[in-house]
């Protein structure tokens, strides 16, 4: 057995205790809790550090990181038209496998030891594996012409089982039917179909945008506009984006749904009765200019909601703790008051919160006994953080943009004095070189007068 000692212990399930342990065997923790009642075994002293549990990332787009700072200023659909032409002309399975393999190391340094990745190429599997980390690989799959149905469904089976071969006790495999305005009722109908038979958990970007909510009720907008030109039939197709997915069914198989920035009192109460968990973005959210979440009401109708970062993309880093952050601002600023979301609830929402919503919560997501070691140390003398009377509030509000300097999953160190065990020298500069590739690829587009428009070739 080791001891992990730390000057700041935040077991998340029960109060913050001042010098701290935290016993590991077997890849389990037996024990949390002060140091003085600990079991006797081998001592690793963390020293003034904060001690949590692993940081949880409930939505990201892994292989986009080599996006980050691209897509700067642009509209919702210039933005996706944008990102979907680039991906398409630029980056090739390699250079996204490599892209997936520096977001999982950024995150690995901002303490994310569980990633929950939308992913098209399928390349965030290998990436995750490699790196050692927890995770759900979403395999997406896109279809907004009815027509298209049983071509994607028939591709979606091939891949989950490629995808499947690959699973291990830290990573698996679902599924994630995109958005309304990429996806038909009738293959949002057919994937749920698809992922409940299968046992695969699901997750769906909805009640993201205004262009989302205008094609789903009014049948308009830049989206509409877009399938029609494409000869796909448009008209309103529910109150709201909730309201859709509540009326094909897609609810009762309760999806992971993220974003849910345009969910009215009506959308909060469906999802709550359906048992639904929600990946709340404030970051990617407010860049987007999307708007803000409605976090506090979703929390008080007892919605599971974890934290996801969103990819770089659009949210530019992977820092769960600055998520927690912006989320804690965001609804204070909007309701006006300082005692909505205090630190040691936001500080759940990265971690046991997270676990929750991807249904690993019995693993993850608290320091417990019978609980998988996935730690995460923090230096607590930094200038942002000293001094501490509130743990929970250092690591909320003062910790964001700095590197932990102690990362475990499963009992595996990863991360220890601040270095990332298993670190590929070569690996930022072959990105470089997607990003050198992206930019050329942009003057060229410029060069020919270009524009953005939302682009649903899916």
Known sequence: MIRYHAAHLLPISRPPIRDGTVVVHGGQIVYAGERAGAPPGADRDLGDAILLPGLVNAHTHLELTAMRGFLEDLSFGAWIDTLQRAKRAVLTPERML?????????????????????????????????????????????????AQCEIAVAELRAKVATHRALESQLVRVGISPHAPYTVSDDLFAAASEFADAEGLPMAIHIAESEEEQRLVVEGAGAFADGLRRRGIAVEPRARSPIALLAALGVLAHRPMLIHCVRADE??????????????????????????????????????????????????????????????????????????????????????????????????????????????????AGELRTTPIHDPAAAAVFGIGGHAASFVMVGGEVLVDDGRLFRADPGLAGRVRATAAALAGWRAAESGRGARGRPDTRR
């Open 266 to 379: 009506r959308d909060i109460a469906v999802i709550a009765d359906s048992g639904s968990p929600v990946a709340h973005c404030p970051v990617s959210n407010a860049k987007l200019g999307h708007g803000i979440a409605p976090l506090a009401r979703m929390l008080g109708a007892g919605i599971r909601v974890g934290l996801g970062s969103d990819s770089v993309a659009s949210s530019n880093r992977m820092d769960m703790l600055e998520e927690a952050r912006v989320a804690a601002l965001a609804q204070r600023a909007h309701l006006r008051s300082p005692e909505v979301l205090p630190a040691r609830e936001a500080l759940e929402l990265a971690t046991l919160g997270g676990a929750r919503a991807l249904g690993l919560d019995a693993r993850v997501g608290s320091l417990e006994p019978g609980k998988d070691a996935d730690l995460v140390a923090f230096p």
């Open 98 to 146: 490599d892209a997936a393999r520096l977001g999982v190391a950024e995150g690995i340094m901002a303490g994310i030891t569980t990633f929950a990745d939308t992913c098209d190429s399928g390349v965030a599997m290998q990436a995750l594996r490699e790196a050692g980390v927890r995770g759900i690989m979403y395999q997406e799959v896109f279809g907004p012409a009815p």
